[in-house]
């Protein structure tokens, strides 16, 4: 099993900035990727930004340039780093661990971008 836990939303203003993170435990040897998802309200989860184990990194277009995804492996840590926030980013940001058997996620994080 893998546990996954979210940490570091909040509230901050439009152009301000957040940094994610996501702690990782238990059986992590088969975690192929890392990745951040985000789910506003009445709308679908979706793929902002993930990382694989050998470091290569993928963004959904409307967080290219803003968000940063980055890995700490002594940590067992995943970060989001977040700049230049708009309203739009506000969301429920979940952590999500994937190998080839399985799919684990965390509770989620609340980021709420204000205008």
């Known amino acids: 099993q893998v546990q996954l836990v979210e940490s570091g939303g909040g509230l901050v203003q439009a152009g301000g900035s957040l940094r994610l993170s996501c702690t990782i435990s238990?059986?992590?040897?088969?975690?192929?990727?890392i990745g951040w998802y985000r789910q506003a309200p009445g709308k679908q989860r979706e793929l902002v930004a993930s990382?694989?184990?050998?470091?290569?990194?993928g963004y959904q277009d409307s967080v290219k340039g803003r968000f940063t995804i980055s890995r700490d492996n002594a940590k067992n840590t995943v970060y989001l780093q977040m700049n230049s926030l708009k309203p739009e980013d506000t969301a429920v940001y979940y952590c999500?661990?994937?190998?080839?058997?399985?799919?684990?996620w965390g509770q989620g994080t609340q980021v709420t971008v204000s205008s």
């Open positions: 990382i694989s184990s050998g470091g290569s990194t």
């Open positions: 238990g059986s992590t040897f088969n975690i192929d990727t």
């Open positions: 999500n661990a994937r190998s080839v058997a399985d799919n684990y």
